[in-house]
């Protein structure tokens, strides 16, 4: 089955720097890729999205690119701010349409 | 379109008495997750369901939990005979049908057992 592993577990940036956080997936036949921000107290929240065909896509401040070949994919964020801080998570949607999870990532932004 | 609905947000049990959490779906979505978290830690995937069908339930403990979605009404998680360390955050994801859709999530029910 599929196996979803992330890291780090735990980023510090200053404040205006930019995040990346990586994610690796087993299951070739994957070929859909969210990625989650939960705040302290609640459900995590979709924030960027990628399907197989796609090898990037951008949102603003958010991107997210994806490598085919090496399975992986990597969430970025640009000009941090206070508000990114939160747990991040990664997931791949496998072929029996279930969510597998990254185990998360604590992104601290430091002022 | 409101988003996925949980139900409560907040939970509180003696130990031995029964939880029953309620979870909606967004509307058109037939896939439904729950998920358990501890505080501080990541999702833990607890059962996958599809309408009147349990796909996969491999992170269910096999005594005291269940879980159905029935044809018509809301997803439902149910455990039994509870105890302290059922004490968490259960939150439930619905997602549409197929292979493109993104799973959206609840605000969770905080489960506490006393």
């Known amino acids: 089955g599929e196996n979803v592993e992330q890291h780090p577990s735990t980023l510090s940036v200053q404040e205006g720097d930019s995040a990346v956080i990586k994610c690796t997936y087993s299951d070739s036949a994957s070929n859909y890729f969210p990625w989650y921000k939960q705040e302290l107290g609640k459900g995590p929240q979709l924030i960027i999205d990628?399907?197989?065909n796609v090898g990037e896509k951008k949102d603003q401040r958010i991107a997210v690119t994806l490598n085919k070949t090496a399975k992986h994919f990597s969430l970025h964020i640009t000009e941090t701010q206070p508000e990114d801080s939160a747990v991040y998570f990664c997931a791949a949607k496998d072929s029996n349409y279930q969510l597998i999870w990254g185990a998360g990532t604590k992104l601290i932004i430091k002022p | 379109n409101a988003g996925v609905m949980q139900n409560p947000r907040h939970l509180v049990r003696r130990r031995g008495q029964e939880a029953r959490l309620r979870c909606s779906p967004m509307k058109g979505h037939s896939h439904v997750y729950w998920y358990r978290q501890l505080p501080e830690e990541g999702l833990k995937f607890m059962v996958y369901?599809?309408?009147?069908?349990?796909?996969?339930e491999s992170g269910m403990p096999k005594e005291r939990f269940s879980a159905e979605f029935p044809k018509e009404g809301p997803s439902i998680l149910r455990i039994q005979q509870v105890v302290r360390g059922d004490s968490a955050a259960y939150f439930c994801a619905s997602s549409p049908p197929g292979q493109g859709g993104g799973a959206f999530f609840g605000q969770g029910t905080r489960l506490t057992v006393v």
């Open positions: 369901l599809q309408k009147e069908n349990i796909i996969d």
């Open positions: 990628i399907r197989s």
